[in-house]
């Protein structure tokens, strides 16, 4: 508990502050930040004759900064529909609005209401109380949600069975899985829904008094990362970069198998020393998040490479490729996750980058993102996004008009 306290306290000083008081001399990765108009990070040094430390900047991102306030919206109109949906009638008095969702939301969700009519019909008058509904149009779309929720469930079953495979002992607490249920698109009834249909991969037991959801089966075709089908994708062989010498590029991105996608924020200008490192760091082996991590010292520089390759594929197996800080921080046992593990993001900000917008500080995997969209969507989410185009909002993209969206499978 002394851990997340610790970790999540540096959460809250990036939520009230742009300073962080950090110590990055135990990462062996180079120093990926100068100065520039953003979040300045005082950093610790070895130093004699009284020298002021050095500041760094963690460079913001503003188009990942943007998702979460174009989330906001969406976010209600899904929830409301799910509300409304649950009713026994298909519609909901408005005095039992605040049942649902409390008094401070309810004022929400009622101007959610009156701004999007071609979504919400609001019904009732006279001695009827007024109630609201899904119009003809959004009935209509809100039917295909079962044919996208049956695509999602061999998805979901796949991800589960990685998310196991990946923690140590291959089994995870129940209450840690549905702390994250939403982000990796699981039913709030997973337990009963999803879990008793695949006994063969599955089973529900009890361990120091706590229900845990176990690994029946091991699977070596699952034990493959997003970061691996990408190089494969790519044409980037296992001998690729190890017969020839291949230069990095300014951009910090090197053609080899044990290399991660790297995407600077504008405005960072590496120098010669940095890319230098970060080369190093790129041709270093990177040992598999599916390899038991009690394997590895935690001092080898590998081993802190595979922190970065366990963080990458967390992320990869969400649907929106977010997570919180809190939410990655409740893995740090089933993962074998440094204490420091804030720090270890800050560090990889060509790979993580970490926002303080909204109620809690989310964690993204930049190469997920063109901007402020995501690059590849799974059949739920593209499924939300044509719900959600029936309020006009320009800036979902809808299912039928994605051209730069690949649909996950």
Known sequence: MQRRFGFLGLHQSLKSSTLYQTTMDSWSSPDPYQKSASML??????????RRPKKKIYHRVHELDKVMDLRKKPSLILQLKSIIQSQKHQSLLLRDLEKEVGFVQKWNFMAVIEKYPS???????????????????????????????ELMEPILVKNLRKLLMMSVDCRLPLEKIEFIESELGLPDDFEKSLIPKYPEYFSVKDFNGKAYLHLENWDSSLAVTAREERLALEGILASDGLSKKVRISKDGNYQGPYAFKMNFPAGFRPNVGYLEQLQRWQKMEVPSPYLNARR??????????????????????????RMTSAQLDLFHSEY???????????????????????????????????????????????????????????EITSCNDMPSSKIVS
């Open 336 to 394: 074998l996750l440094p204490s420091k593990l804030l720090l270890c993001l800050i560090k990889h900000h060509g790979i993580f980058y970490i926002t303080n917008k909204g109620a809690r500080s989310t964690v993204f995997l930049k190469e997920a993102y063109d901007g402020s969209n995501l690059i590849e969507k799974c059949p739920m989410l593209l499924f939300d996004s044509k719900f959600v185009a029936l309020s006009g909002r320009g």
């Open 41 to 50: 990070v005082p950093v610790k040094y070895k130093c004699s004759g009284g």
């Open 296 to 321: 590895f010292e935690i001092a080898d520089p590998k081993a802190r490479k595979r922190v970065v390759a366990v963080l990458h594929e967390l992320l990869s197996l969400t649907m929106e490729k």
């Open 119 to 149: 979504i919400f019909h609001v019904g009732g008058g006279n001695r009827a109380p007024p109630y609201v509904k899904l119009t003809g149009k959004a009935e209509k779309v809100a039917r295909e949600e079962a044919e996208a929720k």
